[in-house]
């Protein structure tokens, strides 16, 4: 869902649309953040839940680095079209691994 917002962002041209934009994909990334976690704690084993969730810190804290990935884009091909290009991205991946990695499919 971010990855499709953040391609419907990308063709917005006004400030309003824009806006609107941003804020929903932030109340959806607050709703995937507590769903990942939980799903996280539920499938993981109780007495590895700190080496998960540090895992997933670790995870999040390389977040710099794909903005300083997106920022050097930007300027090479322009903001609209390296959002575009890092969401189609994203949803790529996220086939790739929807399709290769049948297990994660499974009901928890």
């Known amino acids: 869902v971010q990855m499709i917002g ?6 917005t041209e006004t400030t309003l649309l824009g806006v609107i934009s941003i804020v ?10 507590v769903t990942h976690a939980s799903i996280i704690l539920l499938t993981s084993p ?3 839940w700190g080496r998960v ?3 997933q810190v670790v995870m999040m804290g390389l977040y710099p680095f794909g903005s300083l990935l997106l920022g050097l ?7 609209s079209h390296a959002i575009r290009l ?3 991205l994203g949803l ?12 994660l499919r499974k009901p928890i």
């Open 24 to 33: 929903s994909l932030g109340i959806v990334s607050g709703v995937f953040i």
């Open 46 to 48: 109780a007495n590895r």
């Open 86 to 88: 890092f969401a189609v």
């Open 6 to 11: 953040c391609i419907g962002f990308s063709f």
């Open 92 to 103: 790529v991946s996220l086939m790739v691994i929807w399709f290769r990695y049948t297990d």
């Open 53 to 55: 969730m540090g895992f």
């Open 73 to 79: 884009t930007a300027d090479t091909i322009g903001l």
